[in-house]
């Protein structure tokens, strides 16, 4: 019997991770790849020698199909990275686009392909910020939740994630396998 009530359903995923590779560290698995609707080949470092600290690098343009502006995207990451200081963070945000076509239409000149981003004035406040996880100073695996509270909503059906590395040190080094970001569909459902 229906009760009225409003249920968080989960719908897609997109996975931005290096394609074929992501192997997850077992004890800290957030990720299972078996729930992968869309895989985004990103590699998430600088050409294999990681995100030094400062910089940024944009995924290639994605289609969350014509089917996505009724939802909410959660957005969860698992990364490896050398020592981040305590308290600093990586950010995240969305290049939003109208255009299929990789190159046209992207806010803050992202590119529409992976590449490196040289950060400039207020670049990344032209584009969607989706959060920021907040790093502790471990050296091995971590994991967490981007923004739990309140979910990214995209602007329009194709985009690029942005990460910026404000970690104190280099993101990934050398270990892109080990990171992904996740990002799932919810969206409300009367029962």
């Not at 074929?20 to 985004?40: L, R």
């Not at 995209?154 to 994630?161: E, T, V």
Request: with cysteine; glycine share 10%; proline share 4%.
């Amino acid at each position: 019997m229906a009760d009225n009530a409003i249920y968080n359903k989960i719908g897609r995923t997109w996975f931005f991770s290096e394609s074929g590779v992501y192997v997850p560290v077992t004890v800290n698995i957030m990720i299972a790849s078996g729930e992968i609707d869309t895989n985004i080949d990103f590699t998430m470092d600088e050409g294999g020698t990681g995100l030094v600290d400062g910089a940024a690098i944009s995924s290639p343009k994605c289609d969350l199909t014509d089917e996505f502006a009724a939802f909410r995207l959660s957005t969860v990451v698992e990364y490896q990275s050398a020592a981040p200081t305590a308290g600093t963070t990586l950010d995240f945000w969305w290049s939003p686009s109208m255009h299929a076509t990789a190159a046209n239409g992207n806010a803050g000149g992202v590119t529409g392909v992976e590449a490196v981003l040289v950060v400039t004035g207020s670049q990344l406040e032209q584009c969607q910020y989706i959060g920021s996880l907040t790093l502790s100073a471990l050296t091995t695996h971590q994991n967490g939740v981007i923004n739990p509270i309140r979910p990214f909503v995209p602007m329009f059906r194709y985009g690029c994630l942005i990460i910026h590395n404000n970690g104190g040190q280099t993101l990934c080094d050398t270990d892109a396998i080990e990171s992904a970001v996740m990002m799932q569909e919810i969206f409300p459902e009367v029962q």
